[in-house]
Structures are given as structure tokens and as C-alpha cells.
């Protein structure tokens, strides 16, 4: 299965498969984000905090070690905004395009603007901040 074929065939599977299950467990509706942003359901907040358990653990069994890195000035606004964001929109940049799969297409102004925003914080960080972002940003 190390063929182009057979791994893009594996990874529109895990695709499928992983938009399924996102969409199943509430994380395609604003309205169930919203309820979890502002702690009025905790349900998929454990179900978020458990996946964030569960690849701590599958990590340390198969020894997968983070080199680390420098952080830059950049990292805490950049959280900021990344968690605003995704607070205002309703999901983390993959949530909008499983909202537009599954017929939600005001997701897409949400797409619009990640693509302007990615673009603008390049823009913005090659002109005047100059700062080092190592492996992202490329």
C-alpha cells in the first residue's frame, strides 16, 4: 500500500471515517461548540479532553518525542487569535469544511476568512515582525 494510489485511497477513508465521527459527535454544530465554549455541556469537552488523552498515551507507547523548540513572541497571540477564532467560528479550521460537507455553506465565509487571515499573518509577519516560525507558516 506504498503506492500514491493506495495511500491517498488510505487517507480519503480516514478522512471519511474522521468526518464522520466529528460530525456524529457534535463537533459540525455551531450551537453544540457554542454550549462547550461557554461550559454549559461538558460532553464534548471530555470527548475533546479524552481524544487529547488517548494520543498522550498512543504517543508514549510508541516513543514519539517532540523535539524541542524555541518559542517566539508570535506563539501567545497567534494562540489567541487561533482560540478566538475558533470560539467566534465554531470549530477549528477543519470544522468548516465538514459544516460545508454536510450542507452548512455560511462555514464557507469561515474558510474565506482562514485563507485571508493565513495570508495577512504572512504578509504582516514578512514585512514587519520578521519573526523565526520554524516549521509552520511554510
Known sequence: MRTRGGLL????????ALGFTVTNIGFGDY????RMFTFQDLRMFFAFAG????I???????RIRRT????????IPGAVLFGGGWALSGGCPAIPIIQVAS???PALVTIVGIVVGTRLCRWVNA????????????
Open 56 to 62: 498522550v498515551v498512543v504517543f508514549a507507547l510508541f
Open 9 to 16: 485511497l488510505a487517507n480519503i477513508i480516514a478522512g471519511l
Open 51 to 54: 481524544g487529547v488523552g488517548l
Open 103 to 105: 450542507g452548512y455553506l
Open 127 to 138: 514585512r514587519y515582525l520578521h519573526l523565526d516560525v520554524g516549521s509552520c507558516g511554510r
Open 31 to 34: 450551537a453544540e461548540l457554542n
Open 68 to 75: 524541542p523548540g524555541r518559542i517566539h513572541p508570535g506563539v
